[in-house]
């Protein structure tokens, strides 16, 4: 982590809204169905919510069914993992790799070629739309 983006809990609290705190700073969910970016399709670069670092890229959304954006990769470096053995459950967690901030969950059930679900927490993210991936811009527009 980065001098520049480490923080305390006490300064994330003073930055960031309730439900983004609670989300990205106390490992919290959003219901399904009810995030900002569950069922976005707009080409973009998703940043993490608390300190900007780019983390997905929208060619690599997809629809998961799952009521949360869900990606088949990550950017390179971007994410961290670390174990979840909350709710009684065996998760693989996602963090921030820059912020540690929590972004949710990868699952091995996802679509090709990565067979991988990031499974995200719409609070946890904001969409970059002045930044498209290449393979998402119209040539000639």
Same mark, same amino acid.
């Given at each position: 982590?980065? /001098? $520049?983006?480490?923080?305390? /809990? /006490?300064?994330? +609290?003073?930055?960031? /809204? ?6 990205? +700073? ?32 929208? $060619? ?12 088949? +990769? ?9 174990? $979840? ?5 065996? +998760?693989? @967690? ?14 091995? $059930? ?15 993210? @904001? ?13 000639? @527009?």
């Amino acid at each position: 982590m980065t /001098d $520049d983006k480490r923080k305390s /809990d /006490d300064q994330w +609290r003073k930055l960031l /809204d309730e439900s983004s705190y609670a989300i990205t +700073r106390q490992k919290g969910t959003e219901q399904p169905f009810t995030g900002e970016y569950w069922d976005t399709t707009v080409p973009g670069l998703y940043k993490c919510f608390c300190c900007k670092t780019p983390l997905f890229w929208s $060619d690599a959304k997809y629809d998961a069914g799952c009521g949360w954006p869900s990606f088949f +990769r990550s950017i390179e470096g971007a994410v961290a993992t670390a174990e $979840d053995l909350s709710h009684g459950m065996e +998760r693989t @967690e996602i963090l921030c790799a820059a912020c540690d901030a929590h972004l949710g969950h990868v699952f091995d $059930d996802g679509p090709n070629p990565t067979g991988q679900r990031y499974c995200v927490n719409s609070a946890s993210v @904001e969409l970059d739309q002045s930044t498209v991936p290449d393979s998402q811009q119209v040539s000639g @527009e």
